[in-house]
């Protein structure tokens, strides 16, 4: 199981803030992950319906959609973000 937390609207829109999730075996990068997510219902294609927008972090480390999800115990999944 891996633990996924969702931020600000992406939590919103998916109406959650966290849940553990058994991934399939063809989820093996973040661009694969946000995939699947978005078939888990309308809710979750309305939160990631601009996939290169949103930021993810395994394991608390910001990553790029390419790298490998490996053994996360968990992902973040974020908007964009700005400084200040």
Do not use: C
């Amino acid at each position: 199981m891996t633990k996924l937390v969702y931020f600000a609207w992406v939590r919103e829109r998916i109406g959650k803030a966290e849940e553990d999730i058994a991934l399939p075996a063809s989820v093996v990068t973040v661009t694969d992950l946000l995939n699947y997510l978005k078939t888990m219902g309308e809710e979750y294609e309305t939160a990631l319906q601009f996939p290169d927008v949103i930021r993810v972090a395994i394991d608390q480390e910001h990553v790029d959609h390419d790298e490998p999800i490996g053994n996360a115990r968990e992902i973040g999944i974020f908007p964009p973000m700005t400084g200040g």
